[in-house]
């Protein structure tokens, strides 16, 4: 059971297809598997489906692979910050389709624990209901939803074993935890594998099962919105 | 005088009471987090954290902890962090006592429109879909009339909509409304400000 791989390109080697469903992890920039991502663009793989909150910046994120026209549908639910993107939408080049951000999460996680639709309040009486199956629970009305099953997950995480146990750091978890799950394979990449034993197994956020490849590397991590207090603030 | 920003952010903090967890928008929404004084709130970001705290000082920022507008924050003793699907989950279950959100209209039905303009503005909802489904109270803060002078408190929303029959309040420039039975009901007049006023500013059947 070898999960750990030398680099994002080995740890991908035999997963990748064009026409393939990508669920990745990330909110904003924050959290991004952005070596993985970087390979997928290497890999030159085509006609991409990604499940993901956002869809990066021009050149940072999965923004990287709407540069090199690689993506062919987005399914998200904030898609503001890139210009690339919104170019593409509006030419008729990229397909997209909105989710409401707990409907896309909740949409991975119960794929990755095989429940493959559930009802939710979310969207009711807007155009995210055109289509669905209504149905009524005490009084109330909800749509159904679906849930998401990947052919990939990728996903950031701050510190692995070499089990695949996963820690993630802060508001960097995010989506990572559905998204790892829901896919057939996942792959990791993390900023420190640490020994067998020395992450606390109370405090894993993501058992190992659900993790198959991890690569350790370096990470630019960038910021998008920096906003700062003065000292005298205080 | 109407209300300014801040004035219109401390009349919406007056509506948090203590020992609440509640969700900020952006904009005008963020700026409630600083006129709560002294009462224990615990903000959510719905990107996985309760009890967000203040920008960081210069330097200290940290990028793998931020909130759902992506800015950078800080973390208090209270803390602690959570992936999006149980984020969501707290949401949808009704677990967060009240949302503050900005917005583009709302009717006199409470029907609420703030994510999307056809053919001009197509980011995305977000969050708030599931916000304004899930949480416990809906108070909207926005100016009163658009900056043509509509009104943005309609009869029915034009926009596309973001909920249904969600809103339960709204704190505007000129007072704040409640969403009641056959239309919206005044329930304070900001000083200086005439009842003739809000009722001109208004396109929504106003009850008394």
């Not at chain 1, 070898?2 to 959290?31: R, S, W």
């Not at chain 1, 969207?123 to 939803?145: C, L, P, R």
């Not at chain 1, 990939?152 to 978890?173: E, M, Q, Y």
């Not at chain 2, 056959?182 to 001109?200: H, N, W, Y």
């Amino acid at each position: 059971m070898k999960k750990v791989y030398a680099n994002a390109a080995e740890a991908l080697d035999g997963l990748l297809h064009d026409d393939m469903f990508i669920a990745a992890g990330g909110f904003g920039l924050c959290g991004i598997p952005e070596l993985l991502l970087e390979a997928i663009k290497e890999a030159g793989t085509q006609n991409l489906t990604f499940a993901s909150n956002n869809a990066g910046v021009d050149d940072f994120g999965i923004g990287i692979l709407l540069q090199t026209k690689q993506v062919k549908k987005m399914i998200s639910s904030y898609v503001g910050e890139n210009a690339e993107f919104m170019r593409q939408y509006l030419a008729g080049e990229l397909e997209l389709e909105f989710n409401p951000q707990g409907t896309l999460a909740e949409r991975m996680r119960a794929g990755g624990a095989g429940i493959p639709g559930f009802y939710t309040k979310t969207g009711v009486g807007t155009v995210i209901a055109e289509g669905k199956e209504h149905k009524d629970f005490n009084g109330e009305t909800y749509i159904m939803e679906e849930g998401i099953f990947a052919d990939l997950a990728i996903v950031k995480a701050w510190k692995a074993d070499d089990t695949g146990n996963l820690v993630f750091r802060k508001t960097a978890r995010n989506f990572n935890v559905p998204a790892a799950t829901c896919g057939k394979v996942c792959v990791a990449e993390v900023e420190e594998i640490v020994p067998r034993g020395s992450l606390d197994p109370d405090a894993i956020h993501l058992p190992g099962i659900y993790v198959h490849r991890i690569i350790q590397g370096s990470h630019e991590k960038r910021i998008e919105q920096r906003t700062t207090r003065k000292k005298e603030d205080a | 005088m109407p209300w300014d920003r801040n004035q219109m952010a401390a009349r919406a903090a007056q509506e948090l009471e203590d020992g609440m967890y509640v969700n900020l928008g952006i904009g005008i929404p963020t700026l409630v987090a600083n006129y709560v004084g002294d009462k224990d709130i615990t903000l959510q970001s719905e990107n996985g954290m309760l009890g967000m705290g203040p920008f960081p000082f210069e330097g200290e920022e940290d990028p793998d902890l931020i909130n759902a507008g992506k800015q950078t924050i800080t973390e208090l003793s209270r803390t602690s962090y959570f992936d999006s699907a149980t984020s969501f989950g707290m949401i949808r279950g009704g677990k967060i006592a009240a949302a503050v959100l900005g917005a583009m209209e709302v009717d006199e039905e409470g029907d609420l429109a703030n994510w999307m303009i056809p053919g001009v503005l197509v980011k995305g909802m977000g969050g708030a879909m599931d916000l304004v489904a899930g949480v416990g109270r809906v108070i909207v803060v926005m100016d009163h009339t658009n900056k043509h002078g509509k009104s943005k408190l309609l009869k029915k929303c034009t926009l596309p909509l973001t909920g249904k029959k969600v809103v339960n309040r709204i704190i505007t420039n000129l007072g704040v409304m409640d969403v009641v039975d056959g239309g919206l009901k005044i329930v304070e007049i900001a000083e200086g400000v005439t009842e003739d006023e809000i009722r001109a500013a208004t396109e929504a059947n106003i009850v008394n």
